[in-house]
Nanobody, 123 residues
């Protein structure tokens, strides 16, 4: 069974920083894409930043220059360094990954979501 476990959310004042982490665990063969999405109250879930299966990164225009995505492939972990946070960054942040893993003895490629971590930015 594959799990994504997120950490690092919290409450911060505008202009502050937070670092989110997401670690994938299980009988993993490969992590093909991994990144972060967020969902604010009353809004649809949106891409924040992600590593594609080709190794490139995509990020939302609203976070460029403020957020940095990085990863440690040896730990199947992705990070999101968030600087110069704004109240409009307040949301639940979700880790997402496309993973090939052995599930009940069968190599399976699936997309997984973490449980979400709350980020609240006060003005």
């Amino acid at each position: 069974q594959v799990q994504l476990v997120e950490s690092g959310g919290g409450l911060v004042q505008a202009g502050g920083s937070l670092r989110l982490s997401c670690a994938a665990s299980g009988d993993i063969f490969s992590v093909d894409a991994m990144g972060w999405y967020r969902q604010a109250p009353g809004k649809q879930r949106e891409l924040v930043a992600t590593f594609t299966s080709g190794g490139t990164t995509n990020s939302a225009d609203s976070v460029k220059g403020r957020f940095t995505i990085s990863r440690d492939n040896t730990k199947n972990t992705v990070y999101l360094q968030m600087n110069m946070l704004k109240p409009e960054d307040t949301a639940v942040y979700y880790c997402n990954a496309a993973i090939t893993a052995r599930i009940k003895g069968i190599m399976t490629h699936l997309q997984y979501w973490g449980q979400g971590t709350q980020v609240t930015v006060s003005s």
